[in-house]
Nanobody
Framework: QVQLVQSGGGLVQAGGSLRLSCAAS????????MGWFRQSRGKEREFVAV????????LYSASAKGRFTVSRDNAKNTVTLQMNSLKPEDTAVYYC?????????WGQGTQVTVSS
């Protein structure tokens, strides 16, 4: 059974930083391109960042580029999202999943709230 557990969210002031982690069980992240996504209240879930199998290929959304850094540790079966210079519009529930996330179950996510 695939389980993706996101952690590291919280309340932070604008300009602050958070480091999100995604721990996978029942799935070897080394076999997949992995991504981070987020969903703000009342909006569709959106792509934030994606990282290739070995970490050599990385893509970011326009809003994340230059502020967020995605990484992976295949030995620990984890994926990480370092978020710097956070803005109130980054407030959302953040999820990790395979890329593309078709047919792959979503975890509960981790709430990130950025106050102005």
């Amino acid at each position: 059974q695939v389980q993706l557990v996101q952690s590291g969210g919280g309340l932070v002031q604008a300009g602050g930083s958070l480091r999100l982690s995604c721990a996978a069980s029942g799935l070897k992240v080394s076999k997949y391109v992995m991504g981070w996504f987020r969903q703000s209240r009342g909006k569709e879930r959106e792509f934030v960042a994606v990282i290739g199998w070995s970490g050599g290929t990385i893509l970011y959304s326009a809003s994340a580029k230059g502020r967020f850094t995605v990484s992976r540790d295949n030995a620990k079966n984890t994926v990480t999202l370092q978020m710097n210079s956070l803005k109130p519009e980054d407030t959302a529930v953040y999820y990790c999943n395979r890329w593309p996330p078709v047919g792959s179950p979503w975890g509960q996510g981790t709430q990130v709230t950025v106050s102005s």
